[in-house]
């Protein structure tokens, strides 16, 4: 019926919200906006997701000709009419507040939404948002990919970002950048990942591009971190050289007679992280963010992994594009790397102020607990490759149960070292959204676990 206040689903084309193209859904929207930026004169604007994984319009799910009203539209048209809906709204209670598009699914959720018609019809005082490092192309292990999602080990501006802010540029519309710069589905489970010096490249990458402004985290990576510290301090003019950004927030941190190492640790692991074999849909199925915490299997569970909370023994899963030996060599080779910084760091304890020990020894438990992560992705990894070889009944099965073993053994002594970590730190293991991947008793029971693994791999004839 034309008219109709209703969008429909792309799944299933049986559930249904309400349809912007309708004037009278638009209106509401405005009035609402108007009413809350009335009652909250304070209130600074708003931050806006107009295609997204939830059918907040017709063309949000890239199904818009379901749609009697929209299928007759273009998605860009769509969505800069609700962006104008929202200013409209909004400018009626206060015409200061800003207001925050994000280009997330422009031009790839939603077909017909190009991104340069919508970024060009953006309505004024709209500011334009991009995820700074999407379109990144890299290279790890020999495989070269492409950044999709958020990554600190690649560092930005990407292809993506860099040509959606050309386009604002053209049509003075103000551009921001969305970054990931405590912590990414690289590993989530700590409060941040301690490579300052790339996040102090990223920043000066984006200085480069004149963006306006900076979203910081997402659900993951608001705590107090020295990679904020070292973001904070490009945010005051005259900008500070390079060597002395990183040297005041080590300084500040841990004293000077520390510094020196500290900085030498944090060198060592944004070096390492470099090698993380960054994926977009493994990297929410492999255990990174679970590390020892995830049990072993010696059959098959035939389970796939869930996104983030059930990586099972999904190893085809876990490695997306690369292949197993691939992934596990870029783990091996950055654990290595980090084991490295983490002596750094660890000397450096010696020397740090009494008033900033505790702080000190809470941010080494950080970074031992990264190092601690993509050491047992390495060995699931490799435990399962030797699994597949087991059950392809080699002539060698003594040998392969042997190096299985092995691997149970490292497990058990690595959840050990996690779980005086996480003990003595409830940040560690945890994620707002998905509360605690782990608890220090799962990593008691991840001891029990191994232990029969050992013991049915002993038990093992033949």
Known sequence: MRGTPYA?????????????????????????????????????????????????????????????????????????????????????????????????????????????????????????????????????????????????????????????????????????????????WENSAVPYIPVPHLIQEHMENLIKEAVGGLMLSWTLGGYPSPNLDVAKEYFYAPYPSKDAVLRKVAVRSYGPAAASSVLQAWETFSRAFKEFPYGVVAGYSIPTQHGPSNPLRLTATGYRAAMILFPYDDLQAWVGAYAPEVAQSQFEKMAGMWEAGLEDFRSALARVPPH???????????????????????????????????????????????????????????????????????????????HYYYRPLDLAEKVLNCDQVIRNLKATKG
């Open 8 to 184: 429909v689903s792309a799944e299933t084309a049986q559930e249904f919200a309400i349809c912007t193209s309708v004037p009278r859904v638009r209106q509401w929207l405005a009035n609402s906006l108007t009413h809350v930026f009335g009652q909250v004169p304070d209130l600074g604007g708003i931050f806006t997701i107009t295609l997204s994984e939830n059918l907040t319009n017709c063309f949000a799910h890239g199904r818009a000709e379901l749609c009697p009203n929209c299928s007759k539209r273009e998605g860009w048209q769509v969505v800069t009419e609700l962006l104008r809906t929202y200013r409209d709204g909004i400018s009626a209670s206060n015409p200061a507040a800003e207001i925050v598009a994000w280009d997330w699914g422009w031009g790839w959720v939603a077909k017909g939404a190009d991104p340069e018609k919508t970024i060009s019809n953006l309505p004024k005082g709209v500011q334009l948002l991009s995820v700074s490092e999407w379109g990144k192309q890299y290279e790890r292990g020999g495989v070269s990919l492409s950044v999709a999602e958020y990554s600190i080990s690649v560092v930005g501006p990407g292809a993506n970002a860099l040509d959606h802010w050309a386009v604002a540029r053209r049509n003075g519309i103000g551009t921001l950048a969305k970054v990931q710069f405590n912590n990414t």
């Open 356 to 434: 900033q020990q505790h702080q000190a020894r809470k941010d080494y438990g950080i970074a031992e607990t990264c190092w601690i992560h993509f050491r047992s992705v390495a060995n699931q990894i490799k435990f399962y490759r030797l699994r597949e070889q087991l059950r392809a009944k080699l002539e060698n099965a003594p040998a392969i149960r042997a190096r299985m073993e092995q691997i149970a053994r490292a497990e058990i002594e690595l959840a050990k070292r996690l779980y005086a970590i996480s003990r003595q730190d409830s940040t560690i293991g945890y994620e707002a959204t998905n």
